[in-house]
């Protein structure tokens, strides 16, 4: 791809001088065409916008065909270039591509043939780029009661003609995500994607295939702090697709894990952003998620309620950003009080934050909860083994060590269930760490695996 390609621009391109009359002759257009064309081509807005208020559907219908049977790449720009315009001087146009008069005609067509974007798809940047923005305006802009001639009863010969909402949906996703993965444009790509992502990802076709694309874990690297311009319009976007996502579960069940660092990015956002629109939607994203799975406990051990009740002594002008922190203050609140010892403590070691907190050398904490350790397949246990073999923190590794320790001591089968999870082998290898708190702790787990509670506590004595 040439730099030249990259690097153009809409005016730049529409400085350009189409051979209409060229393509009349070679019958490509019609003289009907060529005629709206002579009044619309190089014209100021002033003049196009009575034109596209008397003949609006005439002339989508014209830009379209050309689309679809011209195929020479400095046309097909110019009349990207000519919907852009038309566009971004009023975006309800898109309206225009939905009028009735055109229901015959798949407006979708020049970009989809065999359910590959033809424009999408190609090495020219600024045709990839046009092409999806315009595509996500469109299908945005289309009537609420809308529906697809696949799925309205039409006749078949118009069923086959027409493309699809959802073919049109799951192509844009793929394309999308595609540019996630491996931008083609080194500084373009990842903002053009997440913008287009931000406006249809409230389709639900969209979130479904987005998420079955793994699209979730593509865009969570890009919740991170901004200061530029550019950069606090990429994290809006961002944050905005995350908020939209978290009204689709399988979206919720992925950023409910802990390696997904969803919530942590997002604290970080609110503590440092001072861009009102930004901070409005991490919030409301937040108190999407808090009453679903974990996040509460995941919420209270990122410190989220001091958080948030520092944002709430800040001045804020939007009405809906305040109600949310209100909402999310209250119920941040609730969830301290209703959270055990227990549900902190598995919170903890489910986010590998280990510290020497009380509850670890607590008595009484490992007598009264000795028998949750047993909830699904003993999966703490199974989490502190995981952290022995893969933490590069050494005080988790030391916390883990000592944990193990007090469930051997404390479990009536502690030493036979820590045998047959093979704990032995994972804690032998800490025995010799360069770290002094890693071999005690691991040397005291040995001590209690093999010698039991009385002389393992004698021996750390």
């Known amino acids: 791809m040439a730099i030249e390609q990259a690097e153009l621009t809409t005016d730049e391109v529409l400085k350009r001088d189409i051979p209409w009359e060229t393509y009349m002759t070679t019958k490509l257009i019609t003289g009907t065409s060529l005629q709206l064309l002579r009044r619309y081509d190089k014209k100021p807005e002033s003049t196009k916008a009575p034109l596209l208020d008397d003949d609006g559907p005439a002339y989508i219908q014209v830009f379209v065909t050309i689309l679809r049977d011209i195929y020479k790449e400095e046309t097909v720009e110019y009349v990207l ?12 146009r898109a309206r225009l591509f939905h009028i009735q008069s055109l229901a015959s005609e798949d407006i979708y067509e020049p970009f989809l043939i065999f359910c590959n974007y033809r424009l999408l798809w190609r090495g020219n940047w600024f045709i990839q780029e046009k092409s999806c923005k315009i595509l996500s305006i469109i299908v945005s802009a289309r009537p609420k009661t809308y529906q697809d001639a696949t799925s309205n009863g039409e006749s078949s010969d118009l069923k ?10 799951k192509g844009l996703v793929d394309w999308l995500c595609a540019q996630l993965r491996k931008p083609t444009h080194p500084s373009r790509a990842i903002p053009v994607s997440i913008s287009c992502l931000a406006a249809i990802l409230k389709e639900p076709v969209v979130r479904s295939c987005f998420v079955q694309a793994d699209g979730v874990k593509l865009l969570i690297p890009f919740i991170n702090p901004a200061s530029t311009q550019q950069s606090i319009q990429l994290l809006y976007e961002t944050c905005l697709s995350i908020w939209l996502l978290s009204f689709y579960e399988p979206a919720i069940d992925y950023m409910a894990m802990a390696t997904s660092r969803c919530l ?13 629109k930004v ?4 919030v409301l994203t937040l108190k999407n998620l808090l009453p679903e799975g974990n996040f509460g406990a ?39 009080k209703k959270m055990s010892s227990f549900d902190k403590y598995k919170q903890e070691v489910l986010l590998g934050h280990l510290d020497w907190s009380p509850v670890h050398k607590d008595p009484f904490f490992w007598r009264e909860n000795i028998s949750n350790f047993e909830e699904n397949d003993f999966q703490i246990l199974r989490v502190l ?14 916390v883990a060590c000592f944990d193990l320790s007090q469930f051997i001591q404390s479990h009536p089968a502690g030493r036979v269930i820590a045998t047959n999870l093979k704990v032995k082998e994972r804690v032998m290898k800490l025995m010799n760490h360069e770290n002094a708190e890693v071999t005690k702790n691991a040397l005291l787990c040995i001590q209690r695996l093999f010698l039991g509670a009385k002389y393992a506590s004698f021996l750390q004595a």
């Open 298 to 336: 995941q919420m209270v051990d990122l410190g989220m309620l001091q958080i948030v009740q520092n944002l709430r002594a800040q001045t804020w002008t939007d009405e809906d950003l305040l109600e949310a922190l209100n909402q999310l203050e209250a119920d941040l609140k609730d969830n301290v």
């Open 160 to 169: 086959s003609k027409l493309t699809t909402i959802d073919d049109i949906l």
């Open 81 to 92: 270039a000519l919907i852009d315009d038309m566009l971004t001087a009023n975006p309800k």
């Open 385 to 398: 083994i995981t952290i022995l073999d893969t933490s590069a923190d050494t005080r988790a590794q030391a």
């Open 279 to 282: 901070v409005r939607v991490a």
């Open 264 to 276: 942590p990015r997002l604290a970080e956002v609110i503590k440092s952003s001072t861009k009102e």
